[in-house]
């Protein structure tokens, strides 16, 4: 894959997290199924807000997260979503941007303010998700440059971008962009229930436009409704080239035409905070796939990236990866 | 102390911090000196915020972190500061009231943004700050209640408060109030440089104005312009009633007429940030003052509350302070 621009283009809600600890009973007064990702208005999210104890600030967003992964694990990236031109998307973008991530998509000058979501983490470090989508459902297809999808090696697209309606045009612009430049899609399927919400576009999805699926496996069974996580892995096989199943602390399996290879977690200290694990493990796998690493390899990268981010608060991570991956996978080879 | 409204009432400049890792490389780029503060203006925080790496936003500014831990240990606690009516501004008024600080100062409608502090921490857990004072300047006489400060034990003001002029008024009107109504008036030194600024003005207030004395060992060398701290400890005895000087990992000593009280640091694992430290300090002491400890029970609470906050990144307690201080004086009190 020479002479591309961006190893990795993704697309994706532009969001800034607010994380919060929460316990048990703050989810139970709010109403939440703990590890769900619940889409709220702005009324609700300056109520909600109102409940919640004193937060830190920090950007998030899935692809977004994904992209700031790969370019930590030293592959070229560059990502596109909508923040608005106030304090929170100067944030974002200052963030992204330094990061070392390519994003040049214009803020909305009016409209709603930029999306913010609410991170409820448990003592038990699962997270617990309110969304408020604000600018996001600004993303458009005109936000698409064909040329820099056409210069990418793979666009990565999340399936949370199918809530906005106008971002879902966005991301099949980009997905046929890809595909007539010769380029590779992948897709994240993001969080089963949303999953449940566009379960057969997601499908038509796979038929037509995906090569590689990530998903964990909560969202392939939602996927093909199915509780044999077997059975979703059968019928993954056939719609797309490459499926990477995430199984939390027990690794990930990543099936291929006919083979499957499985791979264990990353063994880390203690899990402080989950959010963002299946982004930066698409992240580890996605720039595994650009150096040209076989898919066990990929696979490994991606529980590396991962369990760096579940190490502490926030999605995105604090770590040089491509440092952490090199002493890591230096151990692995050494201690085979 | 009985029949206030508050325990403990602040005021200070109302900030949100923006914390980054840094080097040393960083830092000498910036050509920043390490533990300093330095004042910007609205360009030079746009141009540095560029060559800064992806940051964490959480509320600060030294005299709202105090009181944000008062509140923790379970005093009653209110904060007068300005913010502007924006989204940072939102951010530091929840953080606050959620911390369980009482909060009315009116958001400013315009002028300049709320204010923002770039915490530069290096792997060795000290800060470098670089401060926007932002909307921080438009803070006033009339954002002062008398009633508020008269109904209130201790009024606690951050020398800070001395760089915006307007501001500084209200410092001097809040504790004129605070002595006409019997209560007692606090002073954090905040700075060695903030001392140098303002040195004269600040050995008036201590000769007229204040009853409680928070320093570092720099800020009070800085003040009595000695390198000797024996001969500063010996000049400050004479100026006001207590003073409270923190020694980093020495612990502190509290001087009282002709008394003085030394208590060590409280033991922490690994020391994050250092940012806060004096804050908190001066948290768990005034909150041991109102609970009717002695001195040495007051320095103990300070360490405790300092040690809490320096185990990780930002200026707030991240855990309950009230319970974490019932857990280790109750250590103190069976383990003497």
Known sequence: MADSLYHVAGIGNAIVDVLVHADDGLLHTLGLAKGVMTLIDSGEAERIYGLLPPGVECSGGSAANTLAGVASLGARAAYVGKVKGDQLGEVFRHDIRS?????DTPAAPDGPSTARCFVLVTPDAQR???????ACV???PDDVDPAMIAASDITYLEGYLYDPPLAKQAFLKAADCAHKAG??????????FCVDRHRAAFLDLLADHVDILFANEAELTALYRTADVDEALRQVRGHCRIAAITRGAQGSVVVNGDTAVSVGADRVGQVVDTTGAGDLYAAGFLAGLVQGRDLAGCAL???IAAGEVISHMGARPERPLAELARTKLGQFNSNP
Chains 1, 2 share one sequence.
């Open 301 to 303: 990268l991606g529980g």
């Open 138 to 140: 600004e993303l458009a």
């Open 183 to 192: 380029r590779q899609v992948a897709l994240s399927l993001s969080d089963p």
């Open 128 to 134: 617990t998700m309110l969304t408020y989508l604000g």
């Open 99 to 103: 990061a070392g991530v390519a994003f």
